[in-house]
């Protein structure tokens, strides 16, 4: 009943910028909490940041100063700007949404996931 549906990852040169964003679709009533997580290849998946309904933020200590999350609730929609990227920002960047749905009059709420977009930086 929701998907979310990444865009804005690419190729970049260290101490470049990228912009992604996540799009929420379907029956949606309400979007809670959403953030961006990454996956580099050999390791878990962490936090990158994360915004609230509300608006308040929080960014993993490798990212702050530099990586900037937004949302537009009109849209359903949340942003990334990533700036002064360094070789090691390089990963899979996903979006997770926590998301309150209506199914033939019912409200259910569940977590979700983006397919995941790569963000590659080069030395």
């Known amino acids: 009943q929701v998907q979310l549906v990444e865009s804005g990852g690419g190729l970049v040169q260290a101490g470049g910028s990228l912009r992604l964003s996540c799009v929420a679709s379907?029956?949606?009533?309400?979007?809670?909490?959403m953030g961006w997580y990454r996956q580099a290849p050999g390791e878990q998946r962490e936090l990158v940041a994360k915004?609230?309904?509300?608006?308040?933020?929080a960014y993993a200590d490798s990212v702050k100063g530099r990586f900037t999350i937004s949302r537009d609730n009109a849209k359903n929609t949340v942003y990334l700007q990533m700036n002064s990227l360094k070789p090691e920002d390089t990963a899979v960047y996903y979006c997770?949404?926590?998301?309150?749905?209506?199914?033939?009059?019912?409200?259910?709420?569940?977590?979700?996931w983006g397919q995941g977009t790569q963000v590659t930086v080069s030395s």
């Open positions: 997770n949404a926590g998301v309150t749905y209506d199914s033939s009059g019912y409200y259910y709420t569940n977590d979700y």
């Open positions: 379907g029956s949606i009533f309400r979007v809670h909490a």
């Open positions: 915004i609230t309904s509300g608006g308040s933020t």
